[in-house]
């Protein structure tokens, strides 16, 4: 669609899957602070406002994958990021996550600024081990650093070279 911005109102509980992937939306505006996306739900589209509410307890798989967003903040509530959710989202730069995230799916942040500046090695995010960047030398050793509290899905797949995982 043509659409470039769009207003939730309140009694929007459920946004579902591919809703709005690939529209011409630029901003929404969530006004049910508690809404729930399904998978991909803002997928492919040039958002690149975004402001969640502040009941969100989850986002879903790929709900804003490879849209136009360069901050994200998101809020308290939030404890579960599913797989791919902003993965290609190639101008998020500045990531803030909350300590009462308890999880964050495989390849969240792949393909983003913030991933894509990272040098290479374990890659943190706050309080979350996200995974390996980069060639992984033979014979490595991990000492995963004190006030981890989490480690991503798919943080070390395929690491054949990884040989010891030190935790705090």
Same mark, same amino acid.
Request: net charge negative.
């Given at each position: 669609?043509?659409?470039?911005?769009?207003?939730?109102?309140?009694?929007i /509980?459920y946004v579902?899957?591919?809703a709005?992937?690939?529209?011409?939306?630029k901003?929404?505006?969530?006004?049910?602070?508690a809404i729930?996306?399904?998978?991909?739900a +803002?997928?492919?589209c040039p958002l690149d406002?975004l402001i969640?509410g502040?009941?969100?307890t989850?986002i879903?798989?790929g709900a804003?994958?490879?849209t136009?967003?360069k901050?994200?903040?998101?809020?308290?509530?939030?404890?579960?990021?599913?797989y791919?959710? +902003?993965s290609?989202?190639?101008?998020?730069?500045d990531?803030?996550?909350?300590?009462?995230?308890v999880e964050?799916?495989?390849?969240t942040?792949?393909?983003?600024?913030w991933?894509?500046?990272?040098k290479?090695g374990?890659?943190?995010?706050?309080?979350?081990v996200y995974?390996?960047?980069?060639?992984?030398?033979a014979g490595?050793?991990?000492?995963?650093?004190n006030?981890?509290t989490?480690?991503?899905?798919?943080a070390? /797949?395929? /690491?054949v070279?990884?040989?010891?995982?030190?935790l705090?």
């Open positions: 669609t043509g659409i470039e911005s769009i207003v939730l109102p309140e009694n /509980q579902g899957s591919r709005f992937a690939n529209s011409a939306l901003k929404v505006d969530f006004k049910n602070p729930q996306l399904g998978n991909y +803002f997928s492919n406002e969640l502040d009941k969100m989850e879903s798989e804003f994958a490879g136009s967003i901050v994200l903040d998101i809020p308290d509530s939030v404890t579960r990021i599913v791919r959710a +902003f290609g989202c190639e101008d998020l730069s990531i803030s996550i909350p300590e009462g995230i964050i799916g495989g390849h942040f792949d393909n983003t600024a991933y894509n500046n990272h290479d374990v890659m943190y995010l706050d309080h979350a995974g390996w960047k980069g060639a992984m030398p490595t050793a991990i000492s995963i650093k006030g981890s989490i480690i991503a899905d798919y070390f /797949q395929h /690491q070279n990884l040989n010891a995982v030190t705090p």
